[in-house]
Nanobody, 124 residues
Framework: QVQLVESGGGSVQAGGSLTLSCTAS????????MAWFRQAPGKEREGVAI???????WYADSVKGRFTISRDNAKSTLILQMNSLKADDSAVYYC??????????????????WGQGTQVTVSS
């Protein structure tokens, strides 16, 4: 089992920055893959960024060049640095984790551990 707790959400003006953190506790074997998802009102949840335990990353096209995902395994912490925020980035952001499957952390395999979510609101 893995417990995930997000922090760092809030309100910011367009063009500003926010840093989200996620602290993991429990079995580290289930955190090979860690990711950030988001869900805006009336929209489906979408993957934003992924990082594996070798620090290989993936980003959604909508956030490439603006968001950076990183992890500190010694502190069991996942970070999402968000810069140049846009109103479209407003959503509840969720931290997620799972074991890798055939060394892959792709979104095609569901993530099965989730945090409670943290709200990000960007005003234009």
């Amino acid at each position: 089992q893995v417990q995930l707790v997000e922090s760092g959400g809030g309100s910011v003006q367009a063009g500003g920055s926010l840093t989200l953190s996620c602290t993991a506790s429990g079995s580290s074997a289930n955190t090979d893959c860690m990711a950030w998802f988001r869900q805006a009102p009336g929209k489906e949840r979408e993957g934003v960024a992924i990082i594996d335990n070798g620090d290989t990353t993936w980003y959604a096209d909508s956030v490439k060049g603006r968001f950076t995902i990183s992890r500190d395994n010694a502190k069991s912490t996942l970070i999402l640095q968000m810069n140049s925020l846009k109103a479209d980035d407003s959503a509840v952001y969720y931290c997620a984790a799972r074991r890798s499957v055939f060394y892959s952390c792709a979104l095609a395999v569901p993530y099965n551990y989730w945090g409670q979510g943290t709200q990000v609101t960007v005003s234009s």
